[in-house]
Every structure is written in structure tokens, then in C-alpha cells.
Nanobody, 124 residues
Framework: QVFLVESGGGLVQAGGSLRLACVAS????????MAWFRQTPGKEREFVAA???????DYADSVKGRFAISRDNAKNTVYLQISSLNAENTAVYYC??????????????????WGQGTQVTVSS
């Protein structure tokens, strides 16, 4: 079993930046595919970014160039640096992990472990 805890969310002005962190416990996730998703009320969970255990990355088109995912396997932690924020980025951001996949996926159903989420609110 893997437990994921996100942190780093909060209220930020448009144009600002945040760094979200996801700390895993229960197992070492160095060989896991890790990802970030986000969700707003009434909408489905949306893919944001993923990182393979080799360090390859994938991003949703809407965040390319503004968001950066990274991992520190020694700390069992994945990060999401989010920059140039706008109101459309307001959401609950979730960390996800999969030990079953050999490569990254943009589908939420492919990830078997999830955190509780951290709220990011962008004020204009």
C-alpha cells in the first residue's frame, strides 16, 4: 500500500507561482509512475503532468511551459512547480501513483494510489 500526501497549495495572485509536493509513504516509489491531476466542482479529474521512474515527463497542452514535474526518489517525493497562474488553474490538485505501468498515462483510472488533494486558488 502506498499513501500519498500533498502539500503546498494555497491562495495566490494571478501570475504567481507555487510548488506542490507529494510525499509517499508505505513503499519506496522510485520505480513508480507518478502524476498530478486536478479537478474542479462538477468536472472530471483532469490530467496535468506525469513523470516516469526514469525521469521522462509528459504534460497536458494547457500547462506546457508553465508547469514542471520532478521527483526526488531519495525523499520519496514528487513536485509540481506551477507558474504564471491564472484563474483557470484554480482546482484541487491530486497526486497519483502507479506501480503497474511501464510508462506514463494520462488516464486517471490507470493510477491505483491517490492523495487527498491540495487546493490551489488563483485570485485575479
Amino acid at each position: 500500500q502506498v499513501f500519498l500526501v500533498e502539500s503546498g497549495g494555497g491562495l495566490v495572485q494571478a501570475g504567481g507561482s507555487l510548488r506542490l509536493a507529494c510525499v509517499a509513504s508505505g513503499r519506496a516509489v522510485g520505480r513508480y509512475v507518478m502524476a498530478w491531476f486536478r479537478q474542479t466542482p462538477g468536472k472530471e479529474r483532469e490530467f496535468v503532468a506525469a513523470i516516469s521512474y526514469g525521469g521522462s515527463t509528459d504534460y497536458a497542452d494547457s500547462v506546457k511551459g508553465r508547469f514542471a514535474i520532478s521527483r526526488d526518489n531519495a525523499k520519496n517525493t514528487v513536485y509540481l512547480q506551477i507558474s504564471s497562474l491564472n484563474a483557470e488553474n484554480t482546482a484541487v490538485y491530486y497526486c497519483a501513483a502507479s506501480g503497474r505501468m511501464a510508462w506514463m498515462s494520462r488516464r486517471a483510472s490507470d493510477y491505483e494510489y491517490w492523495g487527498q488533494g491540495t487546493q490551489v486558488t488563483v485570485s485575479s
